[in-house]
């Protein structure tokens, strides 16, 4: 039997969260083969089958596979999942979307966000916002996982390129249509495997006031990101929540700016290495997981900060 | 048009679980519990539809044990018209509540079915995009804005890199994210209507529906705690502290 990954990609590059499903897989037995579903996306294939520890590659090139939409997506999946004992993906938008729905079709059950494979069938997965770790044994005949990306270290992409088998079947459902898409265009490093992020609450007060964490980023090389009070009052876009509900990120180094640290934040940040909180409420729950706090006005701080490190 | 909403009972989101003594659970003895707060959502956005004129007809269902009624009465004083309780033990795999909820649509063929992306114990992210499958319908899952218009639902969704628009044809189902809408508080007197309002029961083995489970819960511990560092005087001493202590700035 063989394990199944779902790649998840632009039609340009494989993800780096990808990546770190196929450490996931490579920890189960069998071979692992890789699934690049898109349109004119031979070049993510290509990179896929020069990944360390992949033994092939099923290549399907469609454009009714170019957004991913999860009706076309799954159905093809379930298509070719006969040999297979594991079907992963990394818990992305897109493996959340898809996987569950492959996952009924073949009538077994699906464990999301797992951060430890235990053995062949057993595995571990946060629940109640990380506050209670579970382990899983599934008996199912076919084991469906969502990767929780931060649990587990990218494959390194520089092995010599396996086989890449074309699926030429195509699937297409007439039910769901794409209609358009607003990508957040950015220079930084991307929020969930960036190595230092700085992230701004209600504290903030503003969208402008946003900058004065933009200007550190620069120094660090960091991602921004933010709380669900920040991106609710709007003043940051919505793929930049941290938290149980929006993104998992573990960093090097993490800076909370002006958020209190409720659990629904602590849930997508508290595996991060090292935490820095900055809140002028000393009481604030933030210090309670910080490895440093430092109880300032922020509008003091950052201007500091960014000096300090120039 | 007919909308189905699911809604779940759960740990009121405020409160800190505790692991049982024998790491088996969580202990939700005296917890307070309270419907999920993505289903919260996803009544308020099907009674906006009704506000609207193009909803007329609200179903919520819940699956769990009795004390889903609260949950139910909850959504229907929120204005769901009815509501069907589904009597089955609490905490069902996904997959079971899908296929659960799969034979009430076969039954009610409502046009819209509106679920939560999530719900906030088991955080599994499934039901919605099974039922979708179970029913061979379109779904667009994590919606921060819906709307209805000759027979398509136009959806937006909140994906990693931005937002995505769909469009599905109707019949179809929605899972909600945060932006979707700010639920409301129900009033007292709808509260007082809503206990007048229909409530039926079912059980899992009318719907035909088996609720075993293939997966079992080995364990379930703490997590690992982390405990408070240090606090600095001054931004210098944290960045002097990052560089010598954490190494994680150079
Ligand atoms: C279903 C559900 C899901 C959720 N999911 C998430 C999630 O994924 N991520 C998430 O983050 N939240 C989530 N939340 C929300 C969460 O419960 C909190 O409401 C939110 O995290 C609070 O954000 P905050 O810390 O920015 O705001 P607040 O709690 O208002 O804290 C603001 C902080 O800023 C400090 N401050 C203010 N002014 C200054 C200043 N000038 N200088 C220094 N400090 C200052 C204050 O002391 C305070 O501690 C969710 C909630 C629900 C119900
Ligand atoms: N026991 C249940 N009763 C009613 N609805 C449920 C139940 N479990 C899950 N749901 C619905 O499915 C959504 C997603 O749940 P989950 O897949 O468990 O994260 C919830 O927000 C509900 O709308």
Redesign the pocket.
Known sequence: MSILIIADHDNRELMPATLKAITAGAQLSGDIHILVAGSDCYNVAQQAACVKGVDKVLSAENAVYEHHLAENLAKLVVSISDNYSHILASSTSMGKNVLPRVAAVLDVAQLSDVTEIKSEDTFVRPIY?GNAIATVQSSDPIKVLTIRITSFPEASINADAVQIEVLSETIESHVSRFLNEELTKSDRPELTSAKVVI???????SGENFQLLQGIADKLGAAVG???????AGFALNDL???????TVAPDLYI??????????L??MKDSKVIVA????ED???FQVADYGLV??????LPNLEKALE | MKILVSVKRVID??VKVRVNADNTAVDLSNVKMSM???CEIAVEEAVRLKEKGVASDILVVSIGSQKCHETLRTALALGADRALHIDAEDGLDSLVVAKLLAKVAEEESPDLMILGK?S?DSDNNQTGQMLAALLDLPQATFASNLDIANNEAIVTREIDGGLQTLSLQLPAIVTTD?RLNEPRFASLPNIMKAKKKPLETKTPMELGVSTTSNLKIVSVTPPPERSAGVKVDSIEELVEKLKSEAGVIS
């Open positions: 916002a992230s701004g609450g209600r504290g903030m007060g933010a709380s669900r009070a920040a991106v609710d929540q941290v938290g149980q509900t929006g993104k909370a700016v002006g958020i209190s640290g409720a659990i629904q934040h849930a997508g900055i809140n002028k409420d604030a729950p933030i300032e006005d922020l509008f003091v701080a | 989101y405020n999920n707060p993505f999530q906030i945060l």
